[in-house]
T-cell receptor, first 112, second 111 residues
């Protein structure tokens, strides 16, 4: 049973480009969470999704960031027109009926 | 607004020592509390989850306690080993399902 998969593991973008981060939850999990870890900071919640629904996006910046979890396929975190301040590690977690959230290895985004 | 604090920020101990990591939270209305381990450049590994109705959980050399009324949790590591070196994160589950994290305690166990 594969764990939470994230790709790419490392992503380099120039300012103004788009970044797409993918997360495949553990088999059988229908809840997906995205978190961001800025350098020297703790993990901060961004968005919570279930299949085809955004449940809580209170941690998402109002502009340039969006997330989806379609009926088929991985969850996508999309950052438009990236800026240097977007450089961070982005982690995805999934859970099933049980409470425990299982985390992926993260995507490390570097904006040049 | 829930805030989670972990002290100390960093800790260095000799191999074999027992140690305690501390976590405090400001709002006692939590659903559960989870301890994670994060190795440099890696993701998070869940160590222990304590439900709000529970007082402690144990796994091997690890024991986590929860005192909801005082807003505190401790992670006890017995007979520490160099392989325990990592950053330990405490997180509480909010009302919406997301986790609220502390900044972590960076542990170094010297051989």
């Amino acid at each position: 049973n594969a764990g939470v998969m994230q790709n790419p593991r490392h992503l380099v973008r120039r300012r103004g480009q788009e970044a797409r981060l993918r997360c495949s939850p553990m088999k059988g999990h229908s809840h997906v969470y995205w978190y961001r870890q800025l350098p020297e900071e703790g993990l901060k919640f961004m968005v919570y999704l279930q299949k085809e629904n955004i449940i809580d996006e209170s941690g998402m910046p109002k502009e340039r960031f969006s997330a989806e979890f379609p009926k088929e396929g991985p969850s996508i975190l999309r950052i438009q027109q990236v800026v240097r301040g977007d450089s961070a590690a982005y982690f995805c977690a999934s859970s099933g009926l049980q409470e425990t959230q299982y985390f992926g290895p993260g995507t490390r985004l570097l904006v040049l | 607004k829930q805030e989670v604090t972990q002290i100390p920020a960093a800790l260095s101990v000799p191999e074999g020592e027992n140690l305690v990591l501390n976590c405090s939270f400001t709002d006692s209305a939590i659903y559960n509390l989870q301890w994670f381990r994060q190795d440099p450049g890696k993701g998070l590994t869940s160590l222990l989850l304590i439900q709000s109705s529970q007082r402690e959980q144990t796994s091997g050399r690890l024991n986590a306690s929860l005192d909801k009324s005082s807003g505190r949790s401790t992670l006890y590591i017995a007979a520490s080993q160099p392989g325990d070196s990592a950053t330990y994160l405490c997180a509480v589950k909010g009302s919406q399902g997301n986790l609220i994290f502390g900044k972590g305690t960076k542990l170094s166990v010297k051989p």
